[in-house]
Nanobody, 119 residues
Framework: QMQLVESGGDLVQAGGSLRLSCAAS????????MGWYRQAAGKQRELVAD???????NYIDSVKGRFTISRDNAKNTVFLQMNSLKPEDTAVYYC?????????????WGQGTQVTVSS
């Protein structure tokens, strides 16, 4: 029903930058939320940032001022620009698409992309 294809994960030195991309296809709808979650080894998955179809955004405190989420609604694509990366940003990053069908939200996930920040 929905496919999310991520790209952009890599190995980078502390202080460096990466840009993650996620393209959604399938049963996309106009009311949705696209976001990025991450899961470090031995830890729970956490929301990093999300952006509503109307443009409002949310960030966890630890990435504010360093990460920027944006989207291209015409291409159903979300981006995460990550600057000033720190070793603690190392994790598998998952793209998330929340789809509103008029009565409920449904979650869809990408396969994940590894971000490794070396000190």
């Amino acid at each position: 029903q929905m496919q999310l294809v991520e790209s952009g994960g890599d190995l980078v030195q502390a202080g460096g930058s990466l840009r993650l991309s996620c393209a959604a296809s399938g049963s996309t709808v106009s009311i949705n939320v696209m976001g990025w979650y991450r899961q470090a080894a031995g830890k729970q998955r956490e929301l990093v940032a999300d952006i509503y179809s109307g443009g409002s955004t949310n960030y966890i405190d630890s990435v504010k001022g360093r990460f920027t989420i944006s989207r291209d609604n015409a291409k159903n694509t979300v981006f995460l620009q990550m600057n000033s990366l720190k070793p603690e940003d190392t994790a598998v990053y998952y793209c998330n698409y929340k789809r509103w069908d008029g009565t409920k939200w449904s979650d869809y996930w990408g396969q994940g992309t590894q971000v490794t920040v070396s000190s």
